[in-house]
């Protein structure tokens, strides 16, 4: 197919599955720690990218998203939590979710400290070269991790940033706030397709990229 690049879309998938899974494994592990074992039960304490894909989020939907440039970001299947097993509930229950937008944000931070103390060999025709390569990859990893911390501390329900605020705000206003949540979806997409993706999501990851390059 003209006009596609693919060695740049297989790259940037790999850097999405292992980036989802990282935040899916963060949400579970760090619910596990606060007295629900309810994920670790089914395997969600995992590295593998295999108990945390969804066929759509994870596989189809991003890849039509590089292959057209349309405006899709990528999911995993969510990490189930009992709030009543947690041991302050609405506290940790915050944490548990703050906790996925974070580890992708230290991936990013890691990211960009290597970068920075890579040395990165010009490409010369005919000779192999292995730092080009991984320049790209940890640029993409700063960049798309970035962006998912970004997006995903948007407070909308289902998003985690909706889920925070949810914990945050006393339970009378909470109740009010989640009955946004069966529209969440339609608004991300309302976000996605006009500007308001752009100003709540691509400026400020952006800005924060700006601080780590």
Same mark, same amino acid.
């Given at each position: 197919?003209?006009?596609?690049?693919?060695?740049?879309?297989?790259?940037?998938?790999?850097?999405?599955?292992?980036?989802?899974?990282?935040?899916?494994?963060?949400?579970?592990?760090?619910?596990?720690?606060?007295?629900?074992?309810?994920?670790?039960? $089914?395997? *969600?304490?995992?590295?593998?990218? @295999?108990?945390? &894909?969804?066929?759509?989020?994870?596989?189809?939907? +991003? =890849?039509? /998203?590089?292959?057209?440039?349309?405006?899709?970001?990528?999911?995993?299947?969510?990490?189930?939590?009992?709030?009543?097993?947690?041991?302050?509930?609405?506290?940790?229950?915050?944490?548990?979710?703050?906790?996925?937008?974070?580890?992708?944000?230290?991936?990013?931070?890691?990211?960009?400290?290597?970068?920075?103390?890579?040395?990165?060999?010009?490409?010369?025709?005919?000779?192999?070269?292995?730092?080009?390569?991984?320049?790209?990859? $940890?640029? *993409?990893?700063?960049?798309?991790? @970035?962006?998912? &911390?970004?997006?995903?501390?948007?407070?909308?329900? +289902? =998003?985690? /940033?909706?889920?925070?605020?949810?914990?945050?705000?006393?339970?009378?206003?909470?109740?009010?706030?989640?009955?946004?949540?069966?529209?969440?979806?339609?608004?991300?997409?309302?976000?996605?397709?006009?500007?308001?993706?752009?100003?709540?999501?691509?400026?400020?990851?952006?800005?924060?990229?700006?601080?780590?390059?």
């Amino acid at each position: 197919m003209p006009g596609i690049d693919f060695a740049q879309i297989f790259i940037a998938f790999i850097v999405l599955l292992f980036s989802l899974t990282v935040h899916e494994t963060a949400h579970a592990w760090t619910a596990d720690r606060l007295g629900d074992p309810t994920a670790r039960l $089914l395997g *969600r304490v995992s590295l593998n990218p @295999v108990v945390h &894909a969804d066929l759509i989020g994870t596989v189809l939907f +991003p =890849l039509i /998203g590089m292959m057209t440039s349309a405006p899709i970001i990528g999911w995993a299947k969510p990490v189930p939590v009992n709030i009543s097993r947690l041991r302050r509930e609405r506290r940790d229950y915050v944490l548990v979710a703050a906790a996925g937008p974070a580890s992708n944000l230290l991936l990013a931070v890691g990211a960009a400290f290597v970068l920075a103390a890579l040395p990165i060999a010009p490409v010369v025709l005919g000779e192999p070269n292995v730092s080009a390569p991984i320049a790209t990859f $940890l640029s *993409r990893a700063l960049e798309l991790n @970035v962006l998912l &911390a970004v997006f995903n501390m948007l407070p909308i329900p +289902p =998003l985690d /940033g909706g889920n925070v605020v949810g914990g945050l705000l006393s339970p009378p206003l909470a109740r009010q706030f989640d009955r946004i949540r069966p529209w969440g979806f339609f608004i991300l997409y309302g976000l996605l397709l006009t500007n308001g993706f752009y100003y709540f999501v691509v400026r400020p990851a952006s800005y924060l990229l700006s601080w780590l390059r």
